[in-house]
Structures are given as C-alpha cells and as structure tokens.
C-alpha cells in the first residue's frame, strides 16, 4: 500500500500523511493477527501436553454474539440493580432513624 507516484509528484502533500497512516494501521493488524496466531500454536502446544490445557472452541478476537451480550447486559442490569437497592434500603433507614428522633 504505497502512494502512486503521480500523487506523491504532483498531488496534495498533506496526501503522503494520510497514506503514511494507513499503512500503520495496516501494519498494527498484521502484528496483531501474527501474535494472535502465535496464541493458537501456544495453546495447541499446551492443549497435546498438558491434560489441563484447552484449545480455544472459538477464533480468538472473534465478536461476542448477540446472546453473549444479551447475558453480560443482565448480569451488569442485575448488578447495577442490586448495588440502587442496598443504598436505596440504606437511605430509607436512614431517614426512618431520622423521623424517630
């Protein structure tokens, strides 16, 4: 992914930036699909030797499906939820400590 010559000669200079970046982005990717990789050698290594170790069941980086996100928004609803009803609770108790006084 290089600049056409054309462009580098004769086109916008503020041009080379913008090709300069997208080649490292392009380089970032294939680092870091090479040490993903790597990964996959590291666990089917572990996996043939050791009775612990597992291989990945799904690729790596790959996104979470939409039931996977369904499940982690509850936990977190439910976890948010719990954390207003303990305070809720303590406020109210609070308040009730105050009217007795």
Do not use: C
Request: net charge negative; proline share 5%; aromatic share 12%.
């Amino acid at each position: 992914m290089g600049m056409p010559q054309d462009e580098f000669w004769h086109g916008d200079p503020r041009l080379a930036v913008s090709y300069r970046e997208a080649w490292e982005i392009s380089r970032a990717n294939a680092m870091w699909a090479e040490w993903r990789g790597g990964l996959y050698h590291a666990s089917a290594i572990a996996a043939a030797m050791s009775k612990d170790a597992q291989y990945p069941e799904r690729p790596l980086g790959l996104p979470e499906t939409e039931v996977e996100i369904e499940e982690r928004e509850k936990a977190a609803y439910r976890e948010g939820r719990a954390v207003f009803e303990s305070f809720a609770s303590a406020f109210n108790a609070k308040l009730e400590s105050e009217k007795e006084e």
